[in-house]
């Protein structure tokens, strides 16, 4: 019967999970990047929309109170642009590093891959091997028993 056993089955199958795992945790990383970079474009817009709103304002007379919470307002969307910018750069360093784990898993799970082909592949060369020497010791045995089959009705006759 054809009975291969991969001894380390087991390793491959926990690497297997743990490149699932590490790919998960790469995609959901990379997601909250994405959703923290449209933030941050939000941040971007909102920011031009404002000066855009004050600049055709301007041409009547401002209050100096409107100046000043203007510039207040302007200040505190410029702050929170800033740390936009700060939160993005945190999860591009996340899942940067999420990603280079999962392509380590990747590897890893690979190298046991590999290992088992060429186990099988040693193992099928073994069978191969055998079923030979079996049908040669067969062909022998067949040729011996003919050919003292032969030799006896020669001293026969």
């Known amino acids: 019967g054809f009975m ?3 001894r380390l089955q087991k ?17 959901l990383k990379k997601n909250r990047l994405d959703q923290e970079k449209e933030i941050l474009v939000e941040a971007s817009k909102l920011i ?5 709103e004050f600049n055709s304002l301007r041409t009547g ?7 000043k919470n203007y510039e207040t307002y302007l200040k505190k969307i410029k702050r929170d642009k800033k740390n936009q910018e700060g939160i ?19 590897k890893e799970k690979k190298v046991l891959e590999k290992l088992k082909e060429k186990k099988l592949e040693i193992y ?13 010791e067969l062909s022998n045995s067949m040729y011996n028993n003919r050919r003292n089959s032969y030799e006896e009705r020669e001293k026969r006759s």
Do not use: C, M, Y
């Open 124 to 136: 099928r060369l073994e069978k191969i091997k055998e079923e030979q020497k079996f049908i040669d």
């Open 48 to 52: 031009d929309k404002t000066i855009h």
């Open 11 to 27: 390793a491959l199958e926990h690497r297997e999970d743990e490149e699932d795992r590490l790919k998960k945790e790469f995609l």
């Open 61 to 67: 007379t401002l209050n100096p109170i409107s100046l």
């Open 4 to 6: 291969f056993i991969f």
């Open 88 to 106: 993005v750069s945190e999860w591009h360093r996340l899942t940067e590093q999420a990603k280079d784990n999962f392509v380590e898993g990747r």
